[in-house]
Every structure is written in structure tokens, then in C-alpha cells.
């Protein structure tokens, strides 16, 4: 069975502070997606990036990048300086496929909080 | 264009009732998914439907039921509620079904309280 596993629960910085979330995932797949959601407190799920298995090259967009290490099975995400409006549950999830269809396997989340 | 619609956006209800759970996808889009979120977890997959036929099942009870109109709205129901059906209940909807091939846009849920 897939997993995703996202040991931290909270995290506390102070405005302008970088900070890195951490996945680690366990599949059986050869081939498969690896996703980032954004959770606000108004509850919708915000699409952050998508990975694919065969693609480790990281990424920078913004303030954002991403840190995919198949060797690990990791796939952690960084903010620089960070913001208050980054405050928010962020959610790493694994594609899983099955009979045709895929669906998304996610982690508990992480709450990051940002002070001013 | 309008995202991914949901309704109600809250509802409470008291155990042994039915609830029905709306969602409107994206223009064009012709899956949808349903995910439930309990509170201090991330989203478990509920149902899959492409093109008014169910794809997917996940892991509850048959007291969850679902179905996709002609034009690719779809319904949540769940019979005899739980306390713990308590919940963000999340629609996701997708061109052609499928998170691998072009992703999936979430709704912004439907908070169901059971009491």
C-alpha cells in the first residue's frame, strides 16, 4: 500500500524565516506523481507542484522550491523568507493507480505558521 | 470561469439522518472525485466518477453512495450518519479523470457536523 508520511505536525517561524517541509513517501510503483497542496483556512486545496518519478530535477519558483530525492523516496519543499500569508496546512500527496484510475494518497499535513 | 463548485458549504445534522453533498465541476471537466478530510488529517478518497460511471471506490462503508448527472455534476449520500462521518467532505473534478494525467481542482468543501 502507498504511503506518505509527514512527521512534522506544526511549525512556528518568524516572518522572513526560510523553512522546509518534510515527505517522505513508500510505494511500489515504478511510475508515479508526487504533488504539494496549500491549505488555507478557508478549507480549498491549492495545487502547489506535481513530480514525476522519472523527473528529479529540482525546482525553484519564487519563493518556493523542491527537493525530490528518489533515493530517500523525499520530496520536501522550501520557502524562502517567509510570509505571513504562507500560514496555512500544507499537504504532500502520492499518486496511486489502480484499475485505470488514479487517486491521491495524502499525508496528515503540516501546519506552518508564520509570525510577524 | 467558475471553479469548482460546492453546496452546502456548511450543514449540520443529527446521527441517523441523510445527507446529499453537491458539486459542480469545472466547464469541460467530465470527472469527479470526492474526498473526505477529518479534522487533523489530510483527505481520503471517497469516489471517483468519469463520464456518469463510477471508476473508484475507496475504503467506506456502503452507507456512502454517489452518482454523476449528464452534465457532470455530481451528489455525495450518506445514510445514517455517524458522529464520526463529521468532516470536510472535498470535490475534485478533472478533464478525463485521473490525477496522474492533468491534475485535479478542488472545491472548497462542504463542512458536515453531526451531532
Known amino acids: 500500500a502507498q504511503k506518505v508520511t509527514q512527521a512534522q505536525t506544526e511549525i512556528s517561524v518568524v516572518e522572513k524565516e526560510d523553512v522546509t517541509l518534510d515527505c517522505v513517501y513508500e510505494t511500489r510503483d515504478t511510475t508515479y506523481y508526487l504533488f504539494w497542496y496549500k491549505q488555507p483556512p478557508s478549507g480549498e486545496l491549492v495545487f502547489l507542484i506535481r513530480?514525476?518519478?522519472?523527473?528529479?530535477q529540482n525546482e525553484i519558483s519564487g519563493r518556493y522550491s523542491w527537493n525530490f530525492q528518489k533515493s530517500t523516496s523525499s520530496f520536501n519543499f522550501t520557502i524562502t523568507a517567509s510570509q505571513v500569508v504562507d500560514s496555512a496546512v500544507y499537504f504532500c500527496?502520492?499518486?496511486?493507480?489502480?484499475?485505470?484510475?488514479?487517486?491521491?494518497?495524502f499525508g496528515k499535513g503540516t501546519m506552518l505558521l508564520v509570525s510577524p | 470561469d467558475a471553479g469548482v463548485t460546492q453546496s452546502p458549504t456548511h450543514l449540520i445534522k443529527t446521527r441517523g439522518q441523510h445527507v446529499t453533498l453537491r458539486c459542480s465541476p469545472i466547464s469541460g471537466h467530465k470527472s469527479v472525485s470526492w474526498y473526505q478530510q477529518v479534522l487533523g488529517q489530510g483527505p481520503q478518497f471517497i469516489f471517483q466518477y468519469y463520464e456518469k460511471e463510477e471508476r473508484g471506490r475507496g475504503n467506506f462503508p456502503d452507507r456512502f453512495s454517489a452518482r454523476q448527472f449528464p452534465n457532470y455534476s455530481s451528489e455525495l449520500n450518506v445514510n445514517a450518519l455517524l458522529l464520526g462521518d463529521s468532516a470536510l467532505y472535498l470535490c475534485?473534478?478533472?478533464?478525463?479523470?485521473?490525477?496522474?494525467?492533468?491534475?485535479?481542482?478542488f472545491g472548497s468543501g462542504t463542512r458536515l457536523t453531526v451531532v
Open positions: 475534485a473534478s478533472s478533464l478525463i479523470g485521473g490525477v496522474r494525467e492533468n491534475g485535479y481542482t
Open positions: 500527496a502520492l499518486s496511486e493507480e489502480s484499475s485505470g484510475y488514479s487517486t491521491l494518497t
Open positions: 513530480r514525476n518519478s522519472f523527473d528529479e
